[in-house]
């Protein structure tokens, strides 16, 4: 099964068309994110933690330049404000060690 969806892109209005296979549509789950950096490009490791499970694996890694990095931060807070006027606020309860975190300085995961 494929997918395709039409999208214009940023700069130009040109059309980009997006396939979207049988694998990806299914999706992650992720209530974890590991973000790190360098000078060139932004790592977003998605994992879940689930309650007993000492252990948390990565199941999708992202790298990205921080101008994309940037990108996606703006996309992302312009479909949250969206959501939030068609559904309310959304709530941040975390409920303790669940969420998104950033790293140390120089910390390295694997």
């Known amino acids: 099964m494929s997918n395709n969806s039409g999208m214009d892109d940023e700069q130009g209005g040109h059309q980009i068309n997006i396939e979207l296979g049988e694998k990806e549509a299914e999706g992650i789950y992720s209530n974890l994110a590991i973000i ?8 977003i490791d998605f994992t879940r933690l689930l309650p007993g499970v ?36 959304i709530p941040m309860n975390t409920g303790g060690s669940f969420g998104f975190q950033m790293p140390e300085s120089g910390e390295q995961f694997h």
Not at 36 to 43: G, L, T
Not at 65 to 88: C, S, V, W
């Open 36 to 43: 790190s950096h360098s000078p060139a490009e932004f790592v």
């Open 54 to 89: 000492p252990r948390a694996r990565v199941h999708a890694r992202i790298v990205m330049t921080p101008q994309h990095a940037r990108l996606l931060l703006n996309a992302l807070q312009d479909n949250i404000a969206k959501f939030e006027m068609q559904y309310g606020e």
